[in-house]
């Protein structure tokens, strides 16, 4: 089983739709969570990050934690055609500092 | 916010030399640098860990004398690749994290090396 594991898609979701993307992970001691966007040839950027369980908001995208369950979400609201990249989730165990990543999730926004 | 600045954005060499990749943290204290890799259409591979004025710590199977990594100032860390070949061909990344996770982890903008 993989540390952090995410659907590698692609995720088709027309232009105004909402994307859902979905990560677990194993390690149950694990404190913090990011999820990055990353576009092709270019480094990842850190769109958001959450530390306790419920949902964060922030403009059109919304992180939702649930520790009991392993698994960090992403809502992306009234997606763009710009929204088109790589989401990469992201975790921090609870032993050191470095993150572990999933292998991304392609989102393909289609006009 | 905080700001990652990496050079060079890409690079060409000729196989069996060296290339130095800079990674600044440009406003804020970078205690703990980490050194990514990344080939086309896969996720990120943590090369090694870093931490102002100490030995880097390696991932396993990660060459240390092949991925020279300094962290010489807490604004400064530098990856080098030793005699480089065609399969080093890679996205590197580098990634700076302040005391404690403070300025959260912050990525550079890469460096697509290439060595021909």
């Known amino acids: 089983q993989k540390e952090v594991e995410q659907n590698s898609g692609p995720l088709s979701v027309p232009e105004g739709a909402i994307a859902s993307l979905n990560c677990t992970y194993s390690?149950?001691?694990?404190?913090?969570f990011f999820w990055y966007r990353q576009y092709s040839g270019k480094s990842p950027e850190l769109i958001m990050s959450?530390?306790?369980?419920g949902d964060k908001e922030d403009g059109r995208f919304t992180a939702q934690l649930n520790k009991a369950s392993q698994y960090v979400s992403l809502l992306i609201r009234d997606s763009q055609p710009s929204d088109s990249a790589t989401y990469l989730c992201?975790?921090?165990?609870?032993?050191?500092?470095?993150?572990?990543f999933g292998g991304g999730t392609r989102v393909l926004v289609k006009p | 916010g905080a700001v990652v600045s990496q050079h060079p954005s890409w690079v060409i060499c000729k196989s069996g030399t060296s290339v130095k990749i800079e990674c600044r943290s440009l406003?804020?204290?970078?205690?703990?640098m980490f050194w990514y890799r990344q080939f086309p259409k896969q996720s990120l591979m943590l090369m090694a860990t870093?931490?102002?004025?100490?030995?880097?710590?390696?991932e396993q199977g990660v060459e240390k004398d092949k991925f020279l990594i300094n962290h010489a100032s807490l604004t400064l860390s530098t990856l080098t690749v030793t005699s480089a070949h065609p399969e080093d061909s890679s996205f590197y990344i580098c990634?700076?994290?302040?005391?404690?996770?403070?300025?959260?982890?912050?990525f550079g903008s890469g460096t697509r090396l290439t060595v021909v």
């Open positions: 406003d804020f204290q970078a205690t703990t």
């Open positions: 390690d149950r001691g694990s404190q913090s």
């Open positions: 870093s931490n102002e004025g100490s030995k880097a710590t390696y």
């Open positions: 992201a975790v921090k165990k609870a032993a050191g500092n470095k993150l572990t």
């Open positions: 959450i530390y306790s369980n």
């Open positions: 990634s700076a994290s302040g005391t404690g996770g403070l300025y959260g982890y912050t």
